[in-house]
């Protein structure tokens, strides 16, 4: 099994700034790529941006510029700065990996998700 722990989520002023955690967790020989989505309250969740093994970055619109996503693969870990936050970027944040497990082949895990709350 496979387990994403997201950190880093909260209450922020708009025009601040947060940065989130996703760490994985268990029975796998490599992940592939990890991402990063957020699903707003009556919304679909939507890909706010994804990067490969190798570094290679995509983002959504909405967050270019803005949002910068990394990963430190000794640690199995994506990051997610988030800077100039605006209102329209509360959501729950979630944690995506794309998994070369031991047990299950390669397959997708979320994480549980992590508010963010950005104010007016």
């Known amino acids: 099994q496979v387990q994403l722990v997201e950190s880093g989520g909260g209450l922020v002023q708009g025009g601040g700034s947060l940065r989130l955690s996703c760490a994985a967790s268990?029975?796998?020989?490599?992940?592939?790529?990890m991402g990063w989505y957020r699903q707003a309250s009556g919304k679909q969740r939507e890909l706010v941006a994804d990067?490969?093994?190798?570094?290679?970055?995509n983002y959504a619109d909405s967050v270019k510029g803005r949002f910068t996503i990394s990963r430190d693969n000794a640690k199995n870990t994506v990051y997610l700065q988030m800077n100039s936050l605006k209102p329209e970027d509360t959501a729950v944040y979630y944690c995506?990996?794309?998994?070369?497990?031991?047990?299950?082949?390669?397959?997708?895990?979320w994480g549980r998700g992590t508010q963010v709350t950005v104010s007016s």
């Open positions: 990067i490969t093994s190798g570094g290679s970055t």
């Open positions: 995506n990996a794309n998994v070369d497990t031991v047990v299950v082949g390669t397959r997708d895990y």
């Open positions: 268990g029975s796998f020989f490599s992940i592939n790529y």
